[in-house]
């Protein structure tokens, strides 16, 4: 049968306080957060007003840069009827010192829930496990879960199904590759992986989206071969060659990646209507060229709008008092 998000219901209850990873996500939650944010959508380009988090207060930590998350989640809440306040880890007490876990408590007597973008995984959990109110993990050097629920959000648009489809991810073994692989095992997603030798994705992700697909089904292949994962793929998925913080290292990486290249040649593997995907920032002439960013396959700026009506899903389910 096919799945229908339009008009996903479920009787199961969503009971999760955080989004710290989508590895503690069941299929279900995961739908049920593709169909809020679908419904979202919709409502917003009708200007049918929802204001579902009237009065709340979203406060959101960087100690990254940021262009959608924190454009999305701040103008997201703003939609919903709450507001959002931005707090570089720098000009907070965080940056000087105070533990993360005192921050928790101090912040969970003011808030309604904290979106924290930064290095570690860790910090995240930490963060989560001493709030009282839900945490968003905005990105970490390990994992992005908002960005892949708007990419399969932006799949499901495009394709009209999840299950079954073939991604394939050319680049770095990244935080994006990490939440791909975790995201598309829970929904039924073929992921293959193609990094170079010294840039492969964390083992034990790899061995979580394994046991992911013994559920649902989907297959993982993690190879050096770009040509071999991208043949037949659905989804074309790259991102950059340095992330966040390892800018200093780009030289060296150059020569590494230059055969994973997203060109036209190499997509030409692909489906003839397969989709081109990059969380952005993007860098042309990198890791993707102009023609295919730019091209007719490319859903880029698609899959960056879908970060607002995702981010506003995300907040209604976990700040929002109807569990829906
Ligand atoms: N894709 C993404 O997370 O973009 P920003 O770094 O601009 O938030
Ligand atoms: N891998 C990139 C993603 C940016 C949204 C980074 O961490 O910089």
């Avoid at 073994?173 to 598309?184: E, P, V, Y």
């Avoid at 030798?197 to 071969?225: C, F, L, S, W």
């Avoid at 960056?304 to 009506?309: D, S, V």
């Amino acid at each position: 049968m096919s799945l229908d998000l339009y008009n996903y219901r479920t009787e199961k209850p969503f009971t999760q306080k955080n989004l710290v990873t989508l590895q503690d996500y069941s299929r279900d939650e995961i739908y049920l957060l593709l169909s809020t944010a679908l419904d979202l959508k919709k409502k917003q380009k009708a200007g049918i007003p929802h204001p579902y988090l009237s009065g709340k207060a979203l406060g959101m930590i960087f100690t990254k840069a940021s262009t959608r998350t924190r454009v999305s989640f701040e103008v997201g809440i703003h939609q919903l009827g709450g507001y959002a306040l931005y707090l570089n880890a720098g000009d907070i007490q965080l940056g000087r010192g105070e533990t993360i876990s005192d921050t928790a408590r101090v912040l969970s007597r003011y808030l309604d829930g904290i979106m924290i973008r930064t290095f570690k995984q860790q910090d995240v959990e930490e963060l989560a496990k001493h709030s009282s109110i839900p945490v968003i993990n905005g990105l970490t050097d390990l994992l992005h879960p908002c960005q892949v629920l708007a990419d399969l959000m932006t799949i499901y648009e495009n394709k009209g199904a999840l299950s079954g489809l073939k991604l394939a991810f050319i680049g770095d073994g990244n935080n994006m590759s990490h939440s791909l692989l975790i995201g598309c095992t829970k929904v039924g997603i073929h992921i293959s992986v193609a990094c170079p030798e010294g840039y492969m994705p964390n083992q034990k992700i790899v061995e979580m989206a394994r046991e992911n697909g013994k559920e649902t089904g989907a297959n993982v292949i993690i190879t050096h071969d770009p040509v071999e994962a991208v043949c037949n793929a659905d989804v074309v998925y790259t991102d950059v060659w340095a992330s966040m913080g390892q800018e200093k290292d780009f030289k060296n990486r150059v020569e590494h990646f230059m055969p994973y290249q997203v060109n036209n040649k190499l997509f030409s593997y692909a489906k003839h209507d397969a989709i081109f995907m990059h969380c952005l920032p993007a860098h042309r002439s990198e890791e993707v060229t102009a023609d295919v960013i730019d091209g007719p396959h490319s859903v880029v700026f698609d899959e960056a709008e879908n970060r607002l009506h995702m981010h506003k899903a995300i907040m209604v389910l976990l700040m929002g008092d109807r569990k829906e």
